[in-house]
C-alpha cells in the first residue's frame, strides 16, 4: 500500500487540481425533466419527464422534490442497486436552505451532504462524490442535482403568472433532476480529474446576465485545469460548459484567449445552456441556466455520448452565480464559481 | 481585462433588444386593452351612466377581465408579448396583485395571499400616494394664491 506522502505525489496535481488515484466511473446515470426540457434538443435523451401540472402540484416545491428523488430512485433502479448499497448521497439545489434536497432525502435512508454552488452543484456534487469514492471513504456515492423553473422565479425574480418582459441576457431556469451513480471500477466514462474554482468577479451585479458574470470564472477554471494538468485544449474533444449561455460563452472565449493566451477551437466548445432548448422557438433569450441545466448537459449529452463512444476526453465545467436576491437588490457584485471534471473514455490511461 | 472593460465588452456581446418590434407591440397591445375599456365605457353610457360616472365601473370590469386572464394563466403570455401594452394600463395593475395573492397561497391566506399579494403593487401604491399628496398640495397652495 502506498504511503500518503506517496498517494499525495500523485493525487494533488496542483492547488486546484486533483488527480483521481485508482479507476473511479460514473456507473449509471438517470434523469427527469419538465415538458420544455422534453421539448428540446436533447428531449429524447431524458429518462422521464412530466407535464407542468404534475410539478406544479399540489406546490411547485413539491414538484421540485419529486424530480431529484425521482433522478436518485431511477439511477439506482437502472444500476440494479438499492438505497441501502449507497454509501452517500452529495446532493443539491437552488433553493433557500437546499430544501429540495432535505426533502428528497428524507425517508431515503442514505447518508446525505448537501451541496449548494447554484448552477456548478452539478460538477461540485460529481466531484466530492468522486473524491470520496477515490479515496476510499465511501464504496459507492450518487451525486445529484435539481432545479425548477417555477421555484426559482418565485425565489429569485416575481411570482410567475405576473406579466414581465425579459432582457434578452435572461436565461431560463431548466425543470429537472439527474443523478450519477459513481463507483470504483472501470466504466464508459471515467472521472480522472476535478478541478475546483475560485469564487471570481469582474463586476457584473445584472442578475439578467448571469452568464457574463459567471465567464470569468469558467476561463479561470479552465486555464488553471489546463494548467495543472499540463493539458493542452485540443486534448479533449470537447470543453462543455454549464450554463454560459449566449453571452457569457462568447466572454469565456475571448477571456480564455486574452487573459490566458488560450485558444480554444469554438466548435468544441460548448454550452449545456444552449444545448437543452432551441434558444429561438423555446424562447429562452440567452439560453438555459438554474443547477439542473449542467446536469442536464451532463445526462442528456456528454454521458450518452460517452456511451455512443462518440468521445475521449472532455472536460466538464459547471459554473454558479453564488449571489441571492438580497444580495443582488443591495447593489453587490455576483460572486462566480466554476468547477471542472475531466471525464475520459474506459479502459484508456490517463 | 479590468471591471470597466469587462462590461464595456460584456455590452457588446449581448443580443440586441428589439426595441422597435417591443414599442410595436405596445402600441398595438395597449391600443387593444384602451378600445377595449371604451367599449365598455359605452356601454355603461348606453345603460344611462353619465360620462364621468361611468369610469368607474369601467375601471373595475377591466380589473376583472385582468384578474381573471392572470388566474387562467394567459396573462403572463400577453404581457410577454405585448409589454408596457398589457402592464401599463390598470390590467397591469390587477395582474400585479393577483399574481402574487395566488402564488402565495401556499403559504396560507394571511401570511401568504394577504401578506404577498401587495408584493409588486405595494411600491406603486405607497409612491402613487406620496405622489397624490405633493401634487394635491401644489394645486391648494395654487388655488389659495389665485393661479
Known amino acids: 500500500m502506498p504511503t500518503l506522502e506517496e498517494t499525495a505525489a500523485v493525487a494533488r496535481v496542483g492547488r486546484q487540481t486533483s488527480r483521481l488515484v485508482h479507476p473511479v466511473a460514473v456507473h449509471q446515470f438517470a434523469s427527469v425533466v419538465g415538458s420544455k426540457e422534453r421539448e428540446g434538443p436533447l428531449g429524447p435523451a431524458f429518462d422521464r419527464s412530466y407535464d407542468d401540472s404534475a410539478l406544479r402540484n399540489p406546490t411547485f416545491e413539491e414538484g421540485e422534490v419529486r424530480l431529484l428523488k425521482e433522478a436518485v430512485m431511477l439511477v439506482l433502479q437502472k444500476a440494479g442497486r438499492s438505497p441501502g448499497d449507497v454509501d452517500r448521497l452529495c446532493a443539491g439545489d437552488l433553493l433557500d436552505q437546499n430544501v429540495t434536497v432535505a426533502f428528497a432525502a428524507l425517508g431515503l435512508e442514505i447518508p446525505t451532504y448537501g451541496v449548494y454552488g447554484a448552477c456548478s452543484t452539478s460538477a461540485e456534487s460529481l466531484a466530492l462524490a468522486a473524491l470520496a469514492v477515490d479515496g476510499g471513504y465511501v464504496d459507492l456515492a450518487v451525486a445529484a442535482t435539481a432545479s425548477h423553473h417555477l421555484t426559482s422565479e418565485r425565489q429569485y425574480r416575481f411570482p410567475v403568472e405576473l406579466g414581465v418582459q425579459r432582457t434578452p441576457t435572461s436565461q431560463w431556469t431548466a425543470t429537472g433532476g439527474a443523478a450519477f ?4 471500477g472501470e466504466g464508459e466514462a471515467q472521472i480522472t480529474h476535478a ?12 442578475p439578467n446576465n448571469m452568464g457574463a458574470a459567471m465567464a470569468p470564472a469558467a476561463a479561470d477554471t479552465i486555464a488553471a485545469h489546463l494548467r495543472e494538468t499540463k493539458r493542452a485544449p485540443d486534448e479533449y474533444d470537447l470543453i462543455l460548459t454549464g450554463d454560459l449561455g449566449l453571452v457569457g460563452r462568447r466572454m469565456c472565449l475571448e477571456l480564455l484567449g486574452e487573459e490566458h493566451g488560450i485558444t480554444v477551437d469554438e466548435e468544441r466548445f460548448l454550452d449545456s445552456g444552449l444545448l437543452l432548448y432551441r434558444r429561438k422557438d423555446q424562447d429562452v433569450h440567452a439560453g438555459a441556466s438554474g443547477s439542473a441545466c449542467s446536469a442536464l448537459g451532463l445526462a442528456g449529452f456528454l454521458l450518452p455520448g460517452f456511451a455512443e463512444g462518440k468521445f475521449e476526453r472532455v472536460l466538464f465545467v459547471a459554473t454558479g452565480s453564488l449571489h441571492s436576491p438580497t444580495t443582488a437588490q443591495q447593489g453587490h457584485v455576483i460572486p462566480c464559481v466554476a468547477h471542472a471534471i475531466a471525464f475520459q473514455r474506459g479502459g484508456t490511461s490517463v | 481585462m479590468d471591471a470597466q472593460t469587462y462590461l464595456k465588452r460584456a455590452r457588446t456581446a449581448e443580443p440586441p433588444a428589439p426595441y422597435f418590434r ?8 395597449g391600443g387593444a386593452v384602451c378600445a377595449i375599456a371604451q367599449a365598455v365605457l359605452n356601454f355603461f353610457i348606453g345603460y344611462g351612466f353619465k360620462a364621468p360616472d361611468a369610469t368607474g365601473p369601467t375601471a373595475v370590469v377591466m380589473v376583472f377581465f385582468a384578474s381573471v386572464a392572470t388566474a387562467l394563466g394567459f396573462f403572463d403570455n400577453l404581457a410577454e ?12 395593475f390587477a395582474n400585479a396583485i393577483v399574481a402574487p395573492a395566488m402564488e402565495f397561497r401556499t403559504e396560507g391566506l394571511v401570511l401568504g395571499t394577504g401578506s404577498r399579494m401587495f408584493q409588486v403593487a405595494g411600491p406603486v401604491i405607497a409612491f402613487g400616494l406620496a405622489t397624490a399628496f405633493v401634487s394635491g398640495l401644489v394645486f391648494l397652495v395654487g388655488q389659495r394664491l389665485g393661479v
Open chain 1, 181 to 184: 451513480l459513481v463507483g470504483r
Open chain 1, 195 to 206: 478541478t475546483a474554482g475560485i469564487v471570481r468577479s469582474k463586476g457584473i451585479k445584472d
Open chain 2, 22 to 29: 417591443n414599442a410595436l407591440l405596445a402600441f398595438v397591445g
Open chain 2, 81 to 92: 408579448w405585448f409589454g408596457m401594452g398589457a402592464s401599463l394600463p390598470i390590467t397591469g
